[in-house]
């Protein structure tokens, strides 16, 4: 079964430590874990409920 969980965050930095830390300390295993900055189309959707358009 997989399973897979989304984290959003608003913090600047430490947040993978933090979320590393809390796994760490509740003995929660995990396969994969990985960190990206928001595109611009997802702070658009974010913003509005709506995707960037692309005109081309």
């Known amino acids: ?7 959003k965050s608003e913090r600047k930095s430490h947040t993978l430590g933090i979320i590393l830390d ?6 929660i295993a995990y396969g994969e874990l990985y960190s990206e900055r928001p595109t611009l189309n997802d702070v658009f959707l974010e913003i509005t409920g709506k995707q960037l358009r692309d005109n081309n």
């Open 1 to 7: 079964i997989n399973h897979h969980l989304i984290i």
């Open 22 to 27: 809390f796994l760490k300390q509740r003995e």
